[in-house]
């Protein structure tokens, strides 16, 4: 029997999870939105790593075997830490940089996230190793998690505050944007739209979620962790108002 914790800050785990269904239909969920402390972008790793020590214990009581941080933010202040205290196994989001620099064609390559994720030492190093073949330039996705959390993806406000933080990518040549936040895919549309309106339809927005789906499949077989649960089922559990309704999107498929 097989129980899968995923969590996020909110609602933007759900880019994630929906990658997992669809490798992984058959097991038990619990998904955490800790939407009572979103956002996570601005915490300190300590405050964070707390919030994720307390969201672990509780996946543990419930009976959980491997735990899946569909938060980059939450990835890079916390995950070794809970890999020293916990013996679960956590799979965590990677910036897709890699994908990226192999696909550009202009040498330049736009990473959005947060401001936690662009500082912590996991996404510096895997920069670091691609600094010699690419340019990377980076931006906060200023404003776009509080746009998802409230469910306002698309329309004048949604693409007003997308195309602060986007803009500055696109006139630096970047060709491939690595969305860095689990929040952002739920914007590409609206990315999308803008890019367009702006002259660049061709580029391209990369979501690592598919990726971290097949990772989880290969933890679970590692860890000899037994797929397809004989009671699959999903919990959606929040600490603060579950009133968001990429929820109920997501519940209604
Ligand atoms: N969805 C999160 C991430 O992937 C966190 C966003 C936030 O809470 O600031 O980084």
New binding site residues.
Partial sequence: MALIGIM???V??LSVFREILRVLPKERYIYFADNAH?????KTPGYIQDRLRSITNHFLWRGASAMVL?????TAAAIETLRSEYSIPFVG?EPAVKPAALGTETGVIGVL??A??LKGSKYLNTKGRFADDVRIEERVGEGF?ELVESGRLCGPEAEKTVRKSLLPLLEAGADRIVL????YPFLLGTLQKVAAEEGYASVRFIDPAPAVARRLVGVLKEHGIALADDRPGIEFLASGQPEDKLFQQFIEG
């Avoid at 569909?70 to 939450?74: I, P």
């Avoid at 860095?180 to 929040?183: I, L, R, S, V």
């Fill in positions: 996020d800050s909110g933007g785990g979103c956002p996570y972008g601005e569909a938060c980059n933010t939450a989001m996230a947060t936690g994720t998690v860095g936040c689990t929040h």
